[in-house]
Nanobody, 123 residues
Framework: QVQLVESGGGLVQAGGSLRLSCAAS????????MGWFRQAPGKEREFVAA????????YYADSVKGRFTISRDNAKNTVYLQMNGLKPEDTAVYYC????????????????WGQGTQVTVSS
């Protein structure tokens, strides 16, 4: 069992930055791939970024590539999402997820989810 708690969301102006954190409980964190997804009002949840269990492989949605960076610290049981150059269309609730997945862009492949953190980007 893994419990995930996101933090770091907030209100920021367009062009600004935020760093989201996702703290995981459990000693098996390092075995899981980790993903970030987001859901805007009236829209489906969408993939943002993912990182393999070792941190050796990362994946990004085209919409955030070059602006967002995912990383993890297995010693701290934490995954991060550094978001730079934020745009109003990045406004959403951001969720982290964990799972022993092969297709890391697929939300259905993840076993554990956090409660989400709100990111609001003003124009």
């Amino acid at each position: 069992q893994v419990q995930l708690v996101e933090s770091g969301g907030g209100l920021v102006q367009a062009g600004g930055s935020l760093r989201l954190s996702c703290a995981a409980s459990g000693r098996t964190f390092s075995l899981y791939a980790m993903g970030w997804f987001r859901q805007a009002p009236g829209k489906e949840r969408e993939f943002v970024a993912a990182i393999s269990w070792s941190g050796g492989s990362t994946y990004y949605a085209d919409s955030v590539k070059g602006r967002f960076t995912i990383s993890r610290d297995n010693a701290k049981n934490t995954v991060y999402l550094q978001m730079n150059g934020l745009k109003p269309e990045d406004t959403a609730v951001y969720y982290c997820a964990a799972g022993q997945v092969h297709t890391m862009t697929n939300s259905g492949a993840y076993d554990y989810w956090g409660q989400g953190t709100q990111v609001t980007v003003s124009s």
